[in-house]
């Protein structure tokens, strides 16, 4: 191929259109963090599979997890959520009380009780995604299954996707500066396979499936949990709200979402663009016809 | 990503106040014309670069004409843009080209009524560009478009007020200081406007009063001290106020820009 003709096909490639696929049943996840064990069997066969490169491993400082977070280059990441008190030393409790001895079976520094939180994080497929709002290339498509995908021959690496996501989960990549995210392994579900981080979780914290199907046994799942007493369990994400779509992706839950690090009422941008534009408008609007009339008023 | 709101502001800007100015009273501002247009396309030149630079993959700037999305106000703009270079190029084209022929005149004004809208639409994405996301603070600045229009037409006018002083045409300045006076004080309001959308947000910030300083410094310096300086007569009173009203402009669009890094450092 001459230099010519690659530039042709360079120029032209993006404005070929190929026939949309028939559309299929609704696809999504189902996160149950009651179950999850942290054990990042997910994040490897999601790399593993999609042929993403490694993490630079290293210790946050906030926690045992060592993949830090969702990236261009990591779709999947398990969040450690430590909740334990700060540990106390014994010669500080002791100084409390002047004088008091320390016993030498008591292990200095030790924690108090608390608990882990597991949570394994993806790109939640929102099903009104402000991300596929924001692309101006097209490249943000939604699938037959109703997933949100990434096109990654035709994105350019604007980064309005990763401003305009309100879960922080889109981000470009350093490496060939494009957007990426979780495809929800489009080309495994088109293959009848189930995605690959479903397919590694020993614990059946993620579940794949039918959207429906998935909501239903997650309000099983709640309401057993419930029963046998977990009573902060609760769904994040199952049903819309005022201010945002349902998830494709959503989640169970055993604390506040915040401490999940998930917004508490995430936010549409696009719920507020019509105001935005109108008060734009005016605003140069206001500007030009009071300009106008000063022109107009001091023309010689 | 400051200097390409700089530039289009400028460009849009002193097309917008050029070209109404030069249809409303033609004796006193078409012979700022040859300078005018191209100014206003280098200025957009430069913007159209920045944008296409700020891409990760630059190769793919064409990829933005697969489609217009009106729900993408990324989508709008790049499609504002495109009519608006176009018109600005012609305009630029006949001002330089034209002479004393009415005939080209005419039509370098029909191209310029042409131009009025797209120049405009080039200025009105840009706000909601930055307050339809959900970045911190920009999300809740609902009048921030509102706010960089009509400042973008501020900065335009000094832009003219300063060709017109190039090119010695001293009947323009008397209606370009009452016009940055006006433009000036709307540009102000609308400050007002974003500040109090913003205010609880950047209440939660653990830098809240190093941006509070920044953002009343910069107000002052872009606008106030401009105005100040417009209300004195006098020739070197108006040239006093164009180098706060530049430096300020800048750093205020700097901040704007910064404003959710700096949010980041949220309580």
Redesign the interface.
């Given at each position: 191929m001459t230099t010519m003709t690659r530039f042709l096909v360079h120029l032209l490639y993006p404005f070929l259109r190929t026939p949309l696929p028939q559309l299929r049943t609704p696809t999504g996840f189902f996160t149950d963090t009651s179950v999850c064990i942290g054990c990042k069997a997910c994040e490897v066969a999601c790399k593993a599979w999609n042929e993403l490169p490694a993490d630079a491993l290293h210790i946050t400082g906030h926690s045992y997890d060592n993949t830090g977070t969702l990236s261009a280059e990591s779709w999947r990441h398990v969040k450690f959520i430590e909740q334990f008190e700060p540990p106390v030393s014994p010669f500080e409790r002791g100084a409390e009380g002047e004088g008091e001895r320390v016993p030498l079976d008591v292990l200095p520094l030790s924690p108090e009780p608390g608990r882990w939180l597991m949570m394994s994080d993806v790109c939640k497929h929102c099903v009104s995604a402000p991300c596929h709002q924001a692309c101006p290339t097209g490249a943000i498509i939604q699938t037959e299954f109703t997933n949100i995908f990434i096109q990654p021959d035709i994105c350019n690496g604007c980064a309005y996707c990763v401003a305009a996501c309100p879960f922080g989960v889109v981000t470009r990549s350093a490496c060939d500066g494009h957007a990426h995210k979780c495809t929800l392994c489009y080309d495994r579900q088109q293959h009848g396979l189930v995605p690959a981080c479903a397919k590694a979780c020993p614990t059946q914290s993620i579940q794949f499936g039918p959207i429906d199907d998935l909501r239903q046994r997650a309000r099983e799942r709640v309401a057993r949990l419930h029963q046998q007493g977990v009573t902060a369990a609760h769904l994040y994400g199952d049903v819309e709200t005022d201010g945002y779509s349902a998830l494709t992706s959503f989640y169970l839950l055993l604390d506040r979402p915040a401490v999940y690090g998930l917004p508490e009422a995430p936010h549409d941008p696009y719920r507020r663009m019509a105001g935005d534009y109108l008060r734009s408008i005016a605003g140069g609007l206001i500007s030009l016809v009071a300009l106008g009339l000063l022109i107009w008023s001091m023309r010689p | 990503v400051t200097w390409d709101i700089l530039c289009n502001n400028l460009s849009a800007g002193l097309f917008?106040?050029g070209g109404?100015?030069e249809l409303?009273?033609p004796?006193?501002f078409a012979p700022l014309a040859k300078a005018l247009y191209p100014t206003a396309l280098i200025f957009l030149l430069i913007d159209l670069a920045l944008l296409t630079i700020?891409?990760?993959?630059?190769?793919?700037?064409?990829?933005?004409l697969?489609?217009l999305?009106l729900?993408?106000?990324?989508?709008v703009g790049?499609w504002s843009l495109t009519a608006f270079s176009l018109s600005a190029t012609l305009a630029a084209v006949l001002s330089v080209f034209t002479g004393d022929d009415t005939t080209m005149q005419t039509l370098r004004q029909v191209v310029v009524g042409v131009g009025?809208v797209p120049g405009?639409a080039s200025?009105?994405?840009k706000?909601?560009?930055f307050?339809?996301?959900?970045?911190p603070i920009?999300?809740e600045a609902?009048?921030?478009?509102?706010?960089?229009?009509?400042s973008a037409?501020g900065l335009g006018c000094w832009a003219l007020l300063l060709i017109a002083m190039f090119m010695q045409q001293p009947?323009a300045l008397?209606?370009l200081r009452?016009?940055l006076i006006?433009?000036t004080a709307?540009s102000l309001v609308?400050f007002g406007l974003v500040a109090l959308n913003v205010r609880h947000e950047i209440q939660r910030l653990r830098g809240r009063r190093r941006l509070i300083r920044f953002a009343v410094g910069d107000a002052a310096v872009s606008m106030v001290v401009p105005l100040m300086c417009l209300l004195i007569p006098g020739d070197g009173f108006l040239l006093l106020g164009m180098a706060p009203a530049l430096l300020g402009n800048v750093t205020l669009r700097s901040l704007i820009v910064e404003a959710p890094r700096l949010a980041g450092e949220i309580e």
């Open positions: - | 917008l106040v109404l100015a409303l009273a004796t006193v700020d891409l990760g993959d630059p190769w793919r700037f064409h990829h933005m697969r489609q999305n729900r993408s106000p990324m989508s790049v009025l405009l200025l009105v994405y706000g909601v560009l307050s339809t996301t959900a970045q920009w999300k609902r009048w921030l478009g509102a706010f960089l229009t009509a037409m009947d008397p209606i009452r016009a006006l433009l709307l609308a």
